[in-house]
């Protein structure tokens, strides 16, 4: 996993290759510094039927031709249609009302930088701007380091933590040891509907670009 912080991407650790590596306990994480209540928060793992079918019906709505005028009126059809869909089916995933508008807020705010990239690029009849590039610059663009710091007592030394937050939620941790910092992946509380997010994004970017006169 990377992500931009204080300007620079940085590689970070999954949780458990950290814990191995300094020999920590498998309560070190996010959890044991910033707890918060894991009864109520949402879950994926029984709407999969669901969410295939919101994912279809978003897909569907892309005609085979769009006029580029309306590119930006269809965008703001398709996201309204997704923040019904999403509420729609959210009995089954039960995200928090906030959870559901930044999904839906962010559904928009990728497909208008997309939208600000292939106009020109069709327009000079170029390829299709690489996905992963705007989907991550949004995603950078949301990345925040908690200004509170955890200390935590590492056999002689003394660490200092804190939490890395972006738009899906607690994404990792900022450790300093002595002068070095080191980046942890701990997706424990992140929005359980990234994943899905990422894929229906990069599928419908796929197929506007390719509708695009």
């Known amino acids: 996993m990377k992500l931009r912080i204080d300007e620079t991407d940085q590689n970070l650790i999954p949780i458990k290759e950290f814990r191995e590596a300094y020999t920590l306990p498998d309560t070190f994480g996010i959890v044991q510094f910033e707890p918060k209540e894991f009864e109520g928060l949402g879950s994926i793992d029984k709407a999969g039927v669901d969410m295939n079918q919101l994912r279809s019906n978003i897909l569907d709505l892309i005609p085979a031709k769009i006029d580029v005028v309306r590119l930006m009126t269809f965008i703001d059809h398709l996201q309204l249609q997704f923040q019904t869909d999403l509420f729609n089916i959210n009995e089954s995933i039960a995200l928090q009302d906030v959870e559901v508008e930044f999904a839906v807020a962010g559904f928009g705010d990728v497909l208008r930088s ?18 992963d590039e705007i989907y991550y610059t949004w995603l950078n663009d949301s990345v925040r380091i908690s200004s509170q710091i955890h200390p935590y007592q590492h056999t002689d030394t003394t660490w200092h933590i804190q939490i890395i937050n972006h738009v899906y939620g607690r994404a990792g941790l900022k450790i300093t040891i002595d002068d070095a910092i080191v980046y942890v992946a701990d997706g424990v509380y ?18 506007i670009w390719q509708a695009i006169d």
């Open 114 to 131: 997309l939208m600000y990239k292939i106009i020109p690029a069709k327009a000079n009849q170029q390829d299709m701007p690489p996905f």
């Open 190 to 207: 992140l929005c359980p509907a990234e994943g899905f997010m990422y894929t229906l994004l990069k599928d419908l970017a796929y197929k």
